[in-house]
């Protein structure tokens, strides 16, 4: 979602025209969480998606017209009536979404909710369905971490992924020659320094650690550190063996069962992956489910709300 603010914030400062469509409220169904936005501008160039199936060209047509007026419209989505043309069931869901064109000076606010490194806040006023005057507003919390212990391969596979789920990647090694920009592309921040020493400084609940060295000199202090702290996710990689090795040092070091029990691992739910990219699939779906408080069963054998 973010990505689409990085979009109007250029087109804000190239003066080009467009307007952002913004769904601001949701019953009975999630197709996509309250503030998705979409970018549109005069010509028809679409950055986003509000997932409103066929109806989102109507959702197009009106940010296309507000980008060209200036008008603000509101957008009436009624998700749960039967298809007209194979009498299917809808999904359910009831959308409201608002085209609105941001002024200028809305692309440092643009730029801090990409960033993600504290709150940032969208508002902007409506006419209701009764005529009266409204205001949305939402605000974009800061991006979680994800911190990686060891520049492995796999740390890199992870860090191009994981921004897609909105985390702040981070990997920490100490090693000159592994943790480079070669290696581990553009995503994520390197920081080359000792799990012991830099960890303390930053984990709390919304950091999330896996360790990925297969070397206790770095996988062992950094689990010190990750139990300690408030972290909601410890992920540890490797085999039983090697996972009942770290658990009995840590055992006599004096952490208990409810302590150990944080660890997950082997990291990742069970997809029977075994590439770079499947382990690193399955390592950020446990993450993710974690952060909702889901288990990974799959949807088709599961009652929860699918969102």
Not at 144 to 161: D, N, V
Not at 268 to 281: F, P
Request: charged share 25%.
């Amino acid at each position: 979602m973010r990505e689409v603010f990085d979009t109007a914030a250029r087109w804000l400062d190239d003066g080009r025209p467009f307007a952002l469509a913004t769904l601001i409220t949701l019953r009975d169904a999630a197709p996509a969480p309250v503030g998705t936005t979409v970018a549109v501008d005069a010509v028809g160039r679409i950055v986003g998606n509000i997932g409103a199936g066929c109806h989102e060209s109507e959702i197009i047509e009106a940010a296309q017209q507000t980008a060209r007026d200036g008008r603000t419209r509101r957008v009436d989505i009624n998700l749960s009536t039967e298809d007209d043309i194979f009498n299917l069931p809808g999904c359910g869901a009831i959308l409201q979404v608002v085209t609105w064109r941001p002024p200028r000076a809305f692309s440092q606010e643009a730029r801090a909710i990409v960033a993600g490194q504290q709150r940032a806040r969208v508002a902007f006023d409506y006419v209701d369905a009764g005529g009266s005057k409204r205001t949305f507003e939402i605000e974009y919390p800061p991006k979680e971490s994800l911190i990686l212990i060891g520049a492995t391969a796999l740390a890199a596979e992870l860090a191009a992924i994981a921004p897609r789920a909105d985390f702040n990647v981070i990997v920490v090694d100490p090693r000159p020659s592994f943790a480079t920009r070669e290696r581990l592309g553009d995503s994520a921040e390197i920081v080359r320094d000792w799990p012991a020493d830099y960890l303390p400084k930053v984990l709390s609940e919304r950091t999330h650690v896996v360790m990925l060295s297969h070397d206790p000199k770095f996988d062992l202090p950094a689990l010190r550190c990750a139990l300690r702290s408030r972290a909601p996710y410890v992920g540890l990689l490797g085999s039983r063996r090697s996972q009942s090795a770290r658990r009995s040092v840590l055992a006599e070091e004096g952490f208990d069962e409810s302590d150990l029990a944080r660890i997950r691992g082997p990291a990742g739910l069970d997809i029977g992956g075994a590439t770079i990219a499947e382990t690193a699939l399955s390592i950020l779906a446990e993450i993710v489910a974690n952060r909702h408080e889901r288990n990974g069963t799959p949807l088709s054998a599961s009652t929860c709300p699918i969102h």
